[in-house]
């Protein structure tokens, strides 16, 4: 299990993002209060960001948020209208390194998923004779978030979808075609422009997830995380199986699966 978060909005500096709010995901890589799987996010982080050229970025690290003496300063001088972040908590037998630190991106994306997939290595070969030789070499480590995260480029690159038809079809092929008995798939994706977030589980309950639109201290912008970021009452829960998709010039919607 892992704990997630994402801004979009007027540009902010990623300390404003990631290390000013009093519950960020600093404190909740330590101590966060609804993870029910796990109890340390210790096996690094990553953020991703929109520049100021549109394209998008990102940097992971395997070491924990808190250990990285450099963020600070970092976080200072780095100011962007989006971002997403995300600190690991590591599945067993799923290394520690760079590479299986989100977000993963690809073909115009950012991806996070919070959760797993259970069974893992019997659906991963099924998952790998699906996928097109191009979308497979693109995989640089060994996560299941990743393979997940191909699954739903594939769809994308083989169907008429948008990105929340394309995060439905990821979790009904997960579960039905590749026969995937149990996972939690809470994910957040954006191409730059729009946030997506889906809350979803087979076989467990749903992960916690919670947005705003409302919150005083990020004025006009829309907050996403695993668990509320500041105190403020302003956070709604996502409803399980559902898919929220803010950004844009439409309003917030809630896409039920």
């Not at 299986?100 to 997939?117: A, E, I, M, R, W």
């Not at 695993?226 to 898919?243: F, K």
């Amino acid at each position: 299990m892992c704990r997630l978060a994402a801004y979009l909005g007027p540009p902010v500096p990623l300390a404003r993002f990631l290390l000013a709010p009093a519950h960020g995901l600093v404190e909740q890589s330590y101590a966060p209060r609804e993870m029910r799987e796990g109890r340390v996010n210790a096996d690094g982080y990553g953020v991703g960001w929109r520049a100021e050229d549109g394209s998008l970025a990102r940097l992971t690290y395997s070491i924990p948020i808190w250990a990285d003496h450099n963020l600070p300063v970092l976080a200072e001088h780095l100011r962007a209208p989006l971002w997403v972040a995300e600190v690991r908590n590591a599945t067993t037998g799923l290394a520690n390194h760079p590479a299986n630190t989100q977000p993963y991106q690809g073909d115009g994306l950012l991806f996070l998923h919070n959760g797993y997939v259970a069974d893992f290595p019997a659906v991963r070969a099924r998952l790998r004779r699906a996928l097109s030789p191009e979308i497979e070499c693109a995989i640089e480590g060994t996560t299941d978030s990743e393979y997940v995260f191909a699954l739903l480029r594939q769809i994308l690159a083989t169907a008429d979808f948008d990105i929340p038809e394309a995060l439905r079809e990821t979790a009904r092929r997960l579960f039905d075609e590749f026969a995937a008995e149990r996972g939690l798939l809470n994910i957040v994706i954006t191409d730059g422009e729009r946030l997506h977030a889906l809350r979803h589980a087979v076989g467990a309950p749903s992960p916690t997830l919670y947005f705003t639109t409302d919150d005083e201290d990020y004025p006009d912008a829309t907050l996403i995380a695993s668990e509320p970021l500041t105190e403020g009452a302003y956070w709604q829960a996502i409803p399980e199986h559902h898919i929220l998709t803010v950004g844009g010039d439409k309003p917030a919607q809630l896409i039920s699966l």
